[in-house]
């Protein structure tokens, strides 16, 4: 078997970093890429004992060109790309009328561009060979319709649409290249202390929130089970129901306690303080890596896993749902046996 590689964008911190320890412990060589030099080598170091090859790539996901020139000096240095994992990410949160034109522009240059040119130049080294992974990562059905995250949530829906698009066109070739979005709910990640926030206030996740490493195993999961989507925590299918039934009941829920839910106890910083620094523009400076400030769920080897849906099992679980929820309202009647004279 020849040896894997995997790249791994925003590879310096949360997800990323946590993605590449996992990877470099099944034996594959990385290639990490972001913006911040000194927590790319940092995140290097760390996979010194899995004895793998490494390689640390300074490059901007949202310049197109940056990628494609880096892909081939991956395939150079470290041989043929086998994974690719679209990880980098910013964050922007806040009223629609708060947050600035330029935060929204910026999200969907780094959230949704970044991902399209990870994919595109990955597709273009892996039709070479006619196989490969691409994994891109998106929002839980949870955490989509969130007020104050309308510019998270644009990108991500964007980059759902363009995987469901590109999809069939990787089929029509009959190449054995699989595209995988990975729906992720709260990640306890550092993006909650240098993400932009214009609430006022700070910010705490609803729901459940894991570690990490729990996305790391997801990601990794993917990868070997090759599948199209796959969805962690079985929290996200009565959501997904009410999105796709109950509209509306859902908006209302939203409007009455979506805010009030995600208000912390403090103040958020004003952009004019001296303090206050996000990484929308530019990478924040500091010994950042895996894990946020929050307490989470940490991800158990040997104990209990979070659920992980393939999109096969949640629209099984769903119809099992609806039919339930339509059974129980009256929807739908029971069956009628004719009685014995």
């Given at each position: 078997?020849?040896?894997?590689?995997?790249?791994?964008?925003?590879?310096?911190?949360?997800?990323?970093?946590?993605?590449?320890?996992?990877?470099?412990?099944?034996?594959?060589?990385?290639?990490?890429?972001?913006?911040?030099?000194?927590r790319l080598k940092?995140?290097?170091?760390?996979?010194?004992?899995?004895?793998?090859?490494?390689?640390?790539?300074?490059?901007?996901?949202?310049?197109?060109?940056?990628?494609?020139?880096?892909?081939?000096?991956?395939?150079?240095?470290?041989?043929?790309?086998?994974?690719?994992?679209?990880?980098?990410g910013v964050s922007a949160t806040g009223p629609v009328l708060s947050l600035e034109a330029s935060a929204y522009a910026q999200v969907m240059r780094v959230n949704y561009l970044g991902a399209v040119n990870g994919t595109r130049?990955?597709?273009?080294?892996?039709?070479?060979?006619?196989?490969?992974?691409?994994?891109?990562?998106?929002?839980?059905?949870?955490?989509?319709?969130?007020?104050?995250?309308?510019?998270?949530?644009?990108?991500h829906a964007g980059l759902n649409a363009f995987c469901d698009c590109v999809r069939?066109?990787?089929?029509?070739?009959?190449?054995?290249?699989?595209?995988?979005?990975?729906?992720?709910?709260?990640?306890?990640?550092p993006r909650w202390t240098w993400g932009r926030n214009r609430s006022g206030h700070?910010?705490?996740?609803?729901?459940?929130?894991?570690?990490?490493?729990?996305?790391?195993?997801?990601?990794?999961?993917?990868i070997f089970s090759r599948q199209r989507d796959v969805t962690v925590g079985a929290s996200s299918i009565i959501p997904q129901f009410l999105s796709a039934f109950l509209p509306q009941l859902r908006d209302a829920f939203h409007a009455c306690r979506g805010v009030a839910r995600q208000r912390g106890l403090g103040k958020a910083n004003h952009p004019s303080e001296a303090s206050h620094q996000d990484n929308l523009e530019q990478s924040v400076e500091g010994a950042f890596a895996a894990h946020g400030p929050h307490e989470a769920r940490p991800f158990r080897p040997r104990g209990r896993k979070p659920v992980l849906l393939t999109h096969r099992l949640r629209y099984i679980l769903g119809t099992?749902?609806?039919?339930?929820?339509?059974?129980?309202?009256?929807?739908?009647?029971?069956?009628?046996?004719?009685?014995?004279?």
């Open positions: 078997m020849p040896q894997q590689v995997a790249v791994i964008t925003g590879a310096g911190s949360g997800i990323g970093r946590a993605t590449t320890r996992l990877l470099a412990e099944y034996g594959f060589d990385i290639a990490l890429m972001g913006r911040d030099v000194k940092a995140a290097a170091a760390e996979l010194a004992p899995s004895d793998v090859k490494t390689l640390v790539v300074p490059v901007d996901v949202a310049d197109g060109e940056a990628l494609e020139a880096a892909a081939d000096q991956i395939e150079e240095k470290l041989g043929a790309i086998t994974v690719w994992i679209n990880a980098a130049a990955a597709l273009r080294v892996m039709r070479r060979r006619g196989e490969g992974q691409i994994v891109n990562i998106g929002l839980a059905p949870r955490l989509r319709g969130l007020p104050l995250q309308s510019a998270n949530n644009g990108a069939p066109e990787i089929r029509a070739l009959s190449d054995r290249i699989t595209l995988t979005m990975v729906n992720l709910p709260w990640i306890n990640t700070q910010l705490k996740p609803i729901g459940p929130i894991y570690e990490p490493e729990v996305a790391a195993h997801a990601i990794t999961r993917a099992i749902v609806t039919l339930a929820l339509f059974y129980a309202f009256g929807y739908v009647a029971p069956p009628r046996f004719p009685r014995k004279k």
